[in-house]
């Protein structure tokens, strides 16, 4: 089957003759539609708190649990903030090519009654919200325990607004890349491959923790990170799931799929430390699932079930080895591996789509290309387009941004002394545990 543009992302309301575009007026507003994105929305906002900040927050040492927990929140309540001012406009507005148009700005012209395809555009505004809370709170991981709360909070807002916002209009508000034909169901390029790249360019920036390689740097609490990694698994549905913008047989599909790529990205990551560390890890197992989870992301709502197997398998196993080399192999310090999990996991993931989309492959059989597109090659050169375009931009910007930022604030990194002391002590005056 063919796919419509309905069904390139969760830009969903461009267009096509069963979604009008935001803020226009559709025929009448579907119950079923509207009470499944509501749960999606909670679920997606679940995701980062909790799930997230207790993924992150046992990961750390001890002395910087509250700081990651406090970079989660805060990062929440600025960019609700910042969507609300600005960001949906510039994302999802009537624009060019590369950026909206401020007609929405402050969501104006979005009233109790008026709809996008057959949902409140009210609704479509804050499930899209949650993706854009999301996106930089990820980041959070690669600068954990050594960055200035108010460096982040400033680095954090201006990404979302320089990196985050254009790169969602490109794929999902009508831009250059939608218009192209790239499949990015729920996130790929826009969410993975720009927190994974912001990622690695922050931690490059910033420079490693001290004493790492050298010193070990164990989680504090795994009890708190698989709660937290349980609480990503359950979100993620709304994430991939609600991206179909209906409660319909591609929403059903979703789920199914992305559960089947977490699964089979646990179990191969797991296979992979038992072979090589002879035990397998508690820490592997939930990070393959984060990486199957990523990786099915993009392509949620055009693969099927045998697709998603091998998406999982592939994550769980090329994850794997991109941590190992970046830890171990290039000695960076992306302290909670947020680009060898989430960058990679989005690049092939967005590349993966561009194969398992194929109506011809058998059991491995996906939904069809996007409109135009007639072969795997085709389909495959535009997401290889997409992912170097996301990547090259977000690299460049999120590099001028941490460097800005590190003249505003006297430098981005604490001093070598508040590090070792930790920073909930130092930067909030708080620890999180009263031992």
Known sequence: MKLTKKLVGTG???????????GAMAEGLDGANTAWILTATALVLFMTLPGLSLFYGGLVRSKNVLSVLMQCFAIAC????????????LAFSEGNDFIGGLSNAFFANVGRDTLSGDIPES??????????????ALIVGAFAERMKFSSMLLFSAFWLLAVYVPVCHWVWGGGWLGQMGLLDFAGGTVVHV???????????????RNGFPTTAMPPHNMTMTVMGAGMLWVGWFGFNAGSALAANGDAAMAMLVT???????SLSWMAMEWIKFRKPSVLGIVTGMVAGLGTITPCSGFVGPAGALVIGLSAGIICFFATQIIKRKLQIDDSLDVFPVHGVGGIIGTLFAGIFASTELGIFSGYGFADGINSIGEQFTVQAIGVGATLVYTAVVTY???????VMTGGIRVSKEDETAGLDIVLHEESGYKL
């Open 12 to 22: 969903a309301a461009i267009a096509s003759a069963m979604m009008v575009a935001p």
């Open 78 to 89: 600025v960019a609700s903030l910042l969507w609300l001012i600005a960001g949906y406009s």
């Open 123 to 136: 609704l479509f505004g804050i499930f899209q919200m949650t993706f854009a809370i999301i996106t930089p």
């Open 194 to 208: 720009t927190c994974g790249v912001g990622a690695l360019v922050a931690a490059l920036v910033i420079g490693n």
């Open 259 to 265: 559960h089947i790529s977490a699964a089979a990205g």
């Open 400 to 406: 001028v941004l941490l460097k800005l930022v590190g």
